[in-house]
Protein backbone atom coordinates (compact mmCIF):
# COMPACT_ATOMS: atom_id res chain seq x y z
CA UNK A 1 0.00 0.00 0.00
CA UNK A 2 2.77 2.26 0.85
CA UNK A 3 4.33 1.39 -2.35
CA UNK A 4 1.08 3.06 -4.56
CA UNK A 5 0.90 5.48 -2.74
CA UNK A 6 4.59 6.49 -3.39
CA UNK A 7 3.85 6.20 -7.05
CA UNK A 8 0.77 7.94 -6.72
CA UNK A 9 2.60 11.17 -4.77
CA UNK A 10 5.38 10.76 -7.61
CA UNK A 11 3.04 10.59 -10.55
CA UNK A 12 0.51 13.75 -9.27
CA UNK A 13 4.62 15.72 -8.75
CA UNK A 14 5.79 14.99 -11.87
CA UNK A 15 2.23 16.51 -13.51
CA UNK A 16 2.15 19.45 -11.05
CA UNK A 17 5.55 19.91 -12.67
CA UNK A 18 4.66 19.50 -15.99
CA UNK A 19 1.79 21.78 -15.92
CA UNK A 20 3.68 24.55 -14.26
CA UNK A 21 6.25 24.46 -16.65
CA UNK A 22 3.85 25.11 -19.79
CA UNK A 23 2.90 27.89 -17.71
CA UNK A 24 6.09 29.45 -18.61
CA UNK A 25 6.34 32.50 -20.83
CA UNK A 26 7.71 32.26 -24.17
CA UNK A 27 9.09 35.01 -26.13
CA UNK A 28 9.32 35.56 -30.10
CA UNK A 29 11.69 37.94 -31.85
CA UNK A 30 10.29 39.63 -35.56
CA UNK A 31 12.79 41.46 -37.25
CA UNK A 32 16.29 42.64 -37.49
CA UNK A 33 18.37 45.68 -36.00
CA UNK A 34 21.91 46.02 -35.84
CA UNK A 35 23.81 45.84 -32.41
CA UNK A 36 25.97 49.14 -31.50
CA UNK A 37 29.20 46.64 -32.59
CA UNK A 38 27.80 46.27 -36.35
CA UNK A 39 27.56 50.04 -35.95
CA UNK A 40 30.84 50.84 -35.32
CA UNK A 41 31.20 49.76 -39.13
CA UNK A 42 29.85 52.80 -40.33
CA UNK A 43 30.85 56.07 -40.43
CA UNK A 44 28.18 59.25 -40.30
CA UNK A 45 29.39 61.70 -43.39
CA UNK A 46 31.50 59.18 -45.54
CA UNK A 47 29.67 55.84 -45.52
CA UNK A 48 27.57 55.42 -48.51
CA UNK A 49 24.14 53.07 -49.02
CA UNK A 50 26.36 50.57 -50.78
CA UNK A 51 28.93 50.80 -47.87
CA UNK A 52 26.35 50.54 -45.02
CA UNK A 53 24.23 47.66 -47.31
CA UNK A 54 28.01 45.23 -47.33
CA UNK A 55 28.40 46.54 -43.11
CA UNK A 56 24.91 45.43 -42.16
CA UNK A 57 22.83 44.76 -44.78
CA UNK A 58 19.70 46.34 -46.68
CA UNK A 59 16.48 46.82 -44.60
CA UNK A 60 12.84 45.63 -44.27
CA UNK A 61 11.54 48.99 -44.79
CA UNK A 62 12.59 52.59 -46.46
CA UNK A 63 11.28 56.29 -46.21
CA UNK A 64 7.16 56.03 -47.77
CA UNK A 65 7.98 59.35 -49.52
CA UNK A 66 11.91 58.54 -50.86
CA UNK A 67 14.47 56.56 -50.13
CA UNK A 68 16.91 59.16 -47.58
CA UNK A 69 15.91 57.20 -44.59
CA UNK A 70 16.13 53.46 -43.69
CA UNK A 71 14.07 51.64 -40.74
CA UNK A 72 15.72 48.50 -39.49
CA UNK A 73 13.09 47.22 -36.54
CA UNK A 74 13.16 44.54 -34.15
CA UNK A 75 10.61 43.89 -31.97
CA UNK A 76 10.45 41.39 -28.85
CA UNK A 77 7.22 39.71 -28.30
CA UNK A 78 5.88 37.67 -24.69
CA UNK A 79 3.42 35.23 -24.43
CA UNK A 80 2.39 33.35 -21.72
CA UNK A 81 -0.48 30.46 -21.31
CA UNK A 82 -4.10 31.57 -23.36
CA UNK A 83 -2.84 35.35 -23.20
CA UNK A 84 -2.56 37.28 -26.75
CA UNK A 85 1.23 38.24 -27.12
CA UNK A 86 2.35 41.41 -25.84
CA UNK A 87 5.35 43.62 -27.44
CA UNK A 88 7.78 43.76 -24.51
CA UNK A 89 10.49 45.57 -26.70
CA UNK A 90 11.14 47.45 -29.72
CA UNK A 91 13.64 48.72 -31.04
CA UNK A 92 14.08 51.07 -34.36
CA UNK A 93 16.86 52.38 -36.18
CA UNK A 94 17.35 54.90 -38.52
CA UNK A 95 20.16 55.84 -40.80
CA UNK A 96 19.47 59.16 -42.77
CA UNK A 97 21.34 59.95 -45.94
CA UNK A 98 22.07 63.40 -47.04
CA UNK A 99 21.07 64.59 -50.91
CA UNK A 100 24.53 63.03 -51.95
CA UNK A 101 23.59 59.41 -50.61
CA UNK A 102 26.01 59.87 -46.95
CA UNK A 103 24.68 58.95 -43.66
CA UNK A 104 23.75 62.36 -41.97
CA UNK A 105 23.10 60.44 -38.34
CA UNK A 106 22.17 57.01 -37.07
CA UNK A 107 19.27 57.69 -34.44
CA UNK A 108 18.00 54.30 -32.18
CA UNK A 109 14.16 54.48 -30.22
CA UNK A 110 12.71 52.17 -28.09
CA UNK A 111 9.06 50.76 -27.46
CA UNK A 112 9.13 54.23 -24.56
CA UNK A 113 9.63 56.51 -27.72
CA UNK A 114 6.76 54.90 -30.20
CA UNK A 115 3.42 56.01 -30.96
CA UNK A 116 0.95 53.99 -32.70
CA UNK A 117 0.43 55.77 -36.39
CA UNK A 118 -1.75 54.37 -38.62
CA UNK A 119 0.68 54.41 -42.16
CA UNK A 120 -2.86 53.14 -44.75
CA UNK A 121 -6.45 53.11 -43.62
CA UNK A 122 -8.89 51.04 -46.69
CA UNK A 123 -12.14 51.35 -45.53
CA UNK A 124 -14.51 50.10 -48.25
CA UNK A 125 -17.95 52.25 -48.01
CA UNK A 126 -20.98 49.99 -47.43
CA UNK A 127 -23.89 50.77 -49.44
CA UNK A 128 -26.38 49.50 -46.88
CA UNK A 129 -27.69 52.20 -44.39
CA UNK A 130 -29.11 51.45 -41.04
CA UNK A 131 -32.81 50.93 -43.20
CA UNK A 132 -34.22 47.51 -42.20
CA UNK A 133 -33.91 44.96 -44.87
CA UNK A 134 -37.52 44.62 -46.12
CA UNK A 135 -37.39 48.65 -46.35
CA UNK A 136 -34.61 48.46 -48.41
CA UNK A 137 -35.53 45.70 -50.73
CA UNK A 138 -38.63 47.47 -51.15
CA UNK A 139 -37.24 51.13 -52.07
CA UNK A 140 -35.40 49.49 -54.70
CA UNK A 141 -38.55 47.54 -56.70
CA UNK A 142 -40.16 51.04 -56.09
CA UNK A 143 -36.90 52.66 -58.10
CA UNK A 144 -36.77 50.05 -60.71
CA UNK A 145 -40.29 51.05 -61.49
CA UNK A 146 -39.84 55.08 -61.51
CA UNK A 147 -41.55 55.71 -58.44
CA UNK A 148 -40.39 55.36 -54.65
CA UNK A 149 -42.63 53.88 -52.28
CA UNK A 150 -40.92 55.05 -49.05
Known sequence: MRKVRGKVRLVLLAGLL?????????????GYAPTEEELAAI????????????????????GLVSEDNWYYVQSRFRQFAWQAPQEVEREVLVIRFN??????????????????IVLSRRITPSAV???????QMLADIGRAIGGRLF
Open 99 to 116: AAGKVANIERFGLEDGRV
Open 18 to 30: MALSACAASFRTH
Open 43 to 62: TVGQDTRESVAEAIGRPSTT
Open 129 to 135: NDAPLLR
